[in-house]
């Protein structure tokens, strides 16, 4: 391989394991748990503090704790990594928001993180095959139900892969 098409090759492995890390974030967003079956190997190792274990084990359990929010949204800032064959090694870091109701009140609660991530080729295809979450901050917000809209903007609410408005990408 030259070194032009070894330099092409990184390239398109770094877009593809950022592509992994931003269907992560869509998956849970859309609460989608065939889309997210596509970022974890399901022997993936994950460890998040409330949940240690493989990636198959942890995917209905992120996925019935996104149900329980009215909304949610993630996001992760571009990741960090560097490549060694069919392995990737990734840090990013992450924003999430939920918003759900307690005790009458909407309470939006948001995350502050980063991702460590092993990712690894495996059939052509990368995945997660080994993720630690670290939670750097988290801050709730009360807001009185007839402040919490913007007027003319939509609420994305039920969002879940039969929303109208949802595409599988």
Known sequence: MTADNAALQELLDKNACQE???????????????????????????????????GDEFIPVVIELERGF?????????????????????????????????????????????????????DGRWGIARRHYLLDWQRSFEMDAANEAVPGLPWLDGADPDHPLYRRL
């Open 70 to 122: 009215l909304r949610r949204w993630h996001n992760n800032g571009p990741a960090l990594i560097t490549l060694s064959g069919d392995v990737a090694e990734a840090e990013s870091y992450g924003l999430a928001a939920a918003v759900s109701r307690q005790d009458g009140q909407t309470v939006t609660n948001v995350f502050g993180g980063r991702y460590l991530d092993r990712l690894e080729r495996r």
């Open 20 to 54: 992994v890390l931003i269907r992560y974030a869509r998956a849970l967003d859309w609460v989608d748990e065939e889309a997210l079956k596509t970022v974890f190997f399901p022997d993936a190792e994950i460890d998040y503090g409330f949940f240690t274990g493989r």
